[in-house]
């Protein structure tokens, strides 16, 4: 069936998918009960499977994770949200000394198939704390996957794909995207969750981005167009694993990249990409990889929002540095 | 082994069970100094004695505080703020918290203190402006001695435990107010506050506005005994006061701040009141509480109360009221003319405070954005 | 108001004032079934109707975790361990846990509880390897309903908590026993498993092993009232039992673990007890405790208390203890050789565990880690 | 004067030495009074200084932090001890969202000078969380600085110039190198906290260090010149920020680079510098600026930890590897 579907009701209706289809998966959070969640991602859910399996939880980050453990270690598939990427760092602790080690401190014995929902991303105009990017933070941290979602087609089968998965991965969803529609095909086969994908075919400049800014490096390709430059675009969609071989592939051709993200750029998601690809492509290189992120400064007050968050000029500013290299 | 104390009502706990709904814990061994109709009543802890002139300008500052509120509500509504955290039906806990503090002490707010900020001369417009997305909070947090705002939940609760630190090696006669809503009582930072405070006997007093709701959470979730009672657990005196009741607030919170500077230590104030408006503009309170609960609450209000008791006890003349309707109007006027016309930030903001000494780095991505901005500007 | 409970004792807290050390506070409502001196006693709500049988095997548990945790430290000192952590002086508390655990209920220890990882049947050699740096703890915590140690103070809390939570949906009468020391109360994350705890009325019994000391920092300073105080804060019952008494601990957790399986929530237990030894083998004690408050506590010991009841009373020949004794040794021997035989695992182990998918990145470093290793044997 | 110091001791000394010049230093930690730290960091201080100066504090890491920071706020200058790198989680929030962005949220209006001291890195044959090296969860962080001392010297100097210095700085300490010892001249003029520094000159590959991983560059590096191969060593010395001119200019001259470092490689602090020198040095480099890091695990247990370190046949590898690429 096909249905056209925004990235908040489409992960809604793969949540729900989820726990239809096992009823070991329990949703976690705060508000996330009567109110649906600050961005109706779980609205419905509680109402339709009861207190025990939508668990509107006290206002305490550590404790959603860490009862989350619990009741993975119990058999469950915790699936906790965030509910914004700025509250996550009270539960970071368990998530980086308990959630993502305790499969290797066990030995295996232990399984952690824990979901952490993050909305994240700026651009919605929003006060301090609400509109971050910490998936370096999470990426660098070994035991955890990473899986950033930019299009209703990937939130409604990724969401379901997490759960399913057996290890823990943070989730994160594009916030300021949630209400962007597409058709989705709730009968295809879904693409792997750990596989970035091309989604814009090109010859001169390779240009990567993932989550909230796919749309933005699609914009910059339709602009490019225009002054006769071709980009291929490359959603990573995941972060940790990376999936780089598509990328490479594209990199040896084009012979030039560029990575877009939010986060800060110092030890972005970039650095990382950017260290890997030099290694791989090195020969084939025009020029170095450039990347367009977040400034090293604090989120700003949303006045300034625009002028932090790289957009569709700072992508082709950086295109043109790489052409002019 | 601790009985529970004879107040305490548990709550079927039965996951799945929708979680019983407020809890009649309003009997509790509340302070109230004046009732929801105006009658002054005598507590045998704590007395209050107040004047005429005082007992006025109480009631000018809920009215004032209530219609800045209003107004920014209003100002939310076409697109003047990105978002407002609403005090409406707090104003007494804020008003009479806030009017406890003397001078020399300080405050640490959550992000609705907005009543607190008043009292202790913060400009609205510097409130305004976080709100509008300017800034994160343009008032001096040194001068005013109330900080700037905290978002994230219960961290300034620690800030306030570590500046009260502080007061103690200075050997200052000072206390600090730290504010915390009823689901911030649930974050690990907010009890190691209270476990530190009990720790050094720093003069820090907690005070807590229990308005029902963490978001669309009721108390409940984050407790299922009243919150004043968590205290004693950590070793020091908790008290639950009428939260609508502004005189009783003051008395209590004058108490508790003479305590902590006389060296006794910390207290917790669990000011019992209630959210009169969503969340935040960003909410949708009927998703999760039944109007008839907002209907029992309209009757305790804060303000009503204090008027009638001016009028009824002589202490205000009609014209005083109106004089405040008109000063309250003023003060919305100005409210909204300068939140509509406060400029935006220079974009070279975000680079400037980042750090007290500027990186080479961050100089050098500053120097890049002015020239890639200017780089549009010579397009044009 | 709550007032301070009457068992308070509040202590100077002037900053700059030496902690003032080990207030009396053996005197507060602990319960004791079996004296220092090997008297049997009542009290008047927890009743421990036991066998012979089964004291002489409490008798041997004690005596044989108390030589398992010698040797280990003998181990350490001969380089066979990278660290030990020693129970010396808690083994009444770890084996009267244990022993109130049913078998289908689960533990949830720090990285102290060898004394419960012998109750649960874990092979001790299972907890060598961890501190002789083989692996995080090679027994199977599924297997033995014993979690894998926990090194980060309290956060075993939580998941103890969470695990609970799951049995509550299972609808299984099964508790959970999580434990933690007198410093990790101070933890945020431990008060929130309480807060959860209490809010979920969970199936989890908190057992906090009050030895005195976090380290070197006496407890006074993570509280000023008696820890068992803490669980009235937040809503359930607390209780403190002498925790050098092996059958108060057994009758109180046994109650505690009961409640919780029959739906009534949580319980706090405060183990009064003493580490007798150093915190760790590379701690030294005598940095910051008096020697005199090691003899004091020597006459509490929690193993001389039970044989001098068991021979008075009859309940045990003399060849018995001789019998433990032999059997301690030859563990003794078992535990030695075992330690120092164990293999050293595969270097490629590393990577094997960290997902149970692993991934192809992780897969291609694990490839030339190989590569790179077989590079020296061909070089040699 | 000039006198033989380890690293522990030198940092008790300029711990002292800080806390003598001005009143307003405070320490606070775990265990740091009468134990004078596990690792004796703190040795006799609060002897000296009484109990409101050196604090020993609950047993909460968030706790310390947040402390600390309304200690600052009141005109003090805090000196945090995190008793070991694992143990830093649970400060993260206030570290993050607090520590990092007071002085940006007042405009500067707040002072921030909080020094956190955490011992870093492997290499002692500890228990889990005991060997960690999350300098990348700081270095990613905008409104931190890192700092990473490797000798005496600069522990001496370092530590004052931190704790003098007006931002909040997280200074890491080569935990397994703290015995080793140096000449200290208390005299001199130190060099600044925010350099990096060519520790031996070469000309065929730039090595590139910090903390614990200096001394094994250097023991390559001797190796390396048995084999007539001569490798230039940095002291990178600041994390965050970088100082990479000196670096920059050695890559032009060698066209080589290897970046040593204990911290898992997937996005660790090597990927920055990587990506930064690639912009910088992109037409002089003769092949990609190689990693040498942990692998992206979680830290094993001890008796593999020489598998998993960096060690000199490591960088030798890389050495080998950057020449014949
Ligand atoms: C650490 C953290 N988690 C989540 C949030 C999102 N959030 C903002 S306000 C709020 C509820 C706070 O409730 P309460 O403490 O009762 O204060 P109130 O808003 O009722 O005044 C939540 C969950 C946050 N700001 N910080
Ligand atoms: C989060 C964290 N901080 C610090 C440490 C270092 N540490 C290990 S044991 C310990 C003291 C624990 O004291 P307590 O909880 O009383 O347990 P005990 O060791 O006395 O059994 C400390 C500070 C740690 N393991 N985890
Ligand atoms: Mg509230
Ligand atoms: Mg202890």
Redesign the interface.
Known sequence: MTETLTIGKALNLGLRRAMEDDAKVVLMGEDIGKLGGVFRITDGLQKDFGEARVVDTPLAEAGILGTAVGLAMRGYRPVCEIQFDGFVFPAYNQIVTQVAKLHARSKGRLPMPIVIRIPMGGGIGAVEHHSESPEAYFAHTAGLKVVAVSNPVDAYWGIQQAIAAPDPIVFLEPKRRYWEKAEVDTDATPDPLFASRVVRGGDDVTVLAYGPMVKTALQAADAAAEEGRSLEVIDLRTLSPLDLDPVIASVRRTGRCVVVHEAPTSLGPGAEIAARITESCFHSLEAPVLRVGGYDTPYPPSKLEEEYLPDLDRVLDAVDRSMEF | ?????ET?E?VD???????PHLPDQRGV?T?QLLTPEGDRVEHP?YSLDISDEELRALYRDLVLVRRWDAEATALQRQGEL??WASLLGQEAAQVGAGRALADTDTAFPT?REHGVAWTRGVDPLHVMS?????????W???ATGF??Y????G?Q??????????????GAEQAVLAFLGD???????V???M??A????APVVFFCQNNQY????PL??????PL????????????RVDGNDVLAVLAVTRAALQAARE?Q?PTFIEAFTYRMGAHTT???PT??RLASELEEWKLRDPIARVKAYLSRSGAAEPQFFDDVEAEADELAVRIRRGTVEMP??A?T???D?????Q????AA?RAE?VA??A??EEEQ
Chains 1, 4 share one sequence.
């Not at chain 2, 409940?220 to 005994?225: A, D, F, H, K, T």
């Open positions: 082994m601790t009985a529970l104390p305490t548990l706990p039965v996951p799945g069970a929708a979680a061994d302070v802890d990105g978002i992000y976080l709100f509008r997305g300017v800034d994160n909070g343009g001096d947090p040194v900080n700037l905290t978002i994230v939940i961290s609760c620690l800030h306030a435990t570590g500046y009260a630190m502080g007061v103690q090696r200075d689901g911030a009582t649930s974050q690990g930072e009890n190691e506050a476990i530190w009990a720790s050094f006997a963490a978001i669309s959470v409940e979730r984050q407790s299922r005994v004043y009672q968590r205290a004693a657990g950590f070793g020091f005196p908790g008290v060296g230590g960003s909410d949708d998703r999760y935006d930030p974009p903001e975000m680079f405070h980042v750090h007290a000494e990186t080479p780095e961050l991505q954005f890639y901005r780089s549009f």
